[in-house]
Nanobody, 114 residues
Framework: QGQVVESGGALVQAGGSLRLSCVAS??????MAWYRQAPGKQRELVAS?????STDYVDSVKGRFTISRDKNTVYLQMNSLKPEDTAVYYC????????????WGQGTQVTVSS
């Protein structure tokens, strides 16, 4: 059974940095993505990676966040954090084995104080 576990969330001041980690176990995958959900808002896609080099970002984080992958772990390096980055951050991993399920972690809280 596949499992996804995020870590690295914390309280940080505006302008600071954090690195989130997402470890996937028991899953054969190629795509991983980070989402976030702020209170009262819909979950949004923040960054995604296909393989190890093809990445994409929502406009609001371009130039500040970097997604990367090392084997079964995906990272989200977040720099120049803003209060509007405050959210619960979730990792999604897409299995390439039929039925090609998507696996989600439990989320990690990022709070950016002004």
């Amino acid at each position: 059974q596949g499992q996804v576990v995020e870590s690295g969330g914390a309280l940080v001041q505006a302008g600071g940095s954090l690195r989130l980690s997402c470890v996937a176990s028991g899953i054969i995958f190629n795509n991983m993505a980070w989402y976030r959900q702020a209170p009262g808002k819909q979950r949004e896609l923040v960054a995604s990676i296909v393989g190890v080099t093809s990445t994409d970002y929502v406009d609001s984080v371009k130039g500040r966040f970097t997604i990367s992958r090392d084997k079964n772990t995906v990272y989200l390096q977040m720099n120049s954090l803003k209060p509007e980055d405050t959210a619960v951050y979730y990792c999604r991993v897409d299995s390439i084995v039929p039925p090609r399920n998507s696996y989600w972690g439990q989320g990690t809280q990022v709070t950016v104080s002004s």
